[in-house]
């Protein structure tokens, strides 16, 4: 084998791992930032589902204990018919974001690919 040959393997296989170096640093960038996205949702999440339910739940026997007594049964029927309904809205707007988010590690996807077909001849 010629001295050549061998620096010339060396300097591919330096470039490689160099590539690939700066590949897994952006993997690790962006799950940081996708974690980081993910806890503050959860949290925000959760401290909205709480409050929600807690202002639903006083609203809902309120306007229950408004009504005459005669008519409370309905007014109940109402209320939680009315819950029923603003929760399928809301799964199906959860449903159509959910289906609009862009895949995750994207970047590094597309940066893995756009490598792939620089090494394929």
Do not use: C, Y
């Not at 001295?3 to 960038?29: I, K, Q």
């Not at 974690?35 to 925000?44: D, E, I, K, P």
Request: charged share 15%; aromatic share 4%; hydrophobic share 55%.
């Amino acid at each position: 084998m010629s001295p050549g040959l061998l620096e010339s393997a060396r300097n591919l296989l330096a470039g490689v791992l160099d590539l690939g170096h700066t590949r897994f640093e952006l993997f690790g960038t962006e799950l940081r930032e996708e974690l980081a996205r993910l806890a503050a949702t959860v949290l925000g999440g959760l401290s909205v589902l709480v409050l929600a339910a807690l202002s639903l739940a006083f609203g809902a026997a309120a306007l229950i204990l408004s009504v005459s007594e005669a008519n409370r049964v309905v007014a109940a029927l109402g209320v939680a018919l009315s819950f029923l309904v603003v929760a399928g809205v809301v799964a199906w707007q959860l449903r159509r974001l959910a289906g609009a988010k862009p895949r995750a590690f994207d970047a590094t996807l597309s940066e893995l690919q756009r490598d792939l077909n620089a090494i394929r001849p």
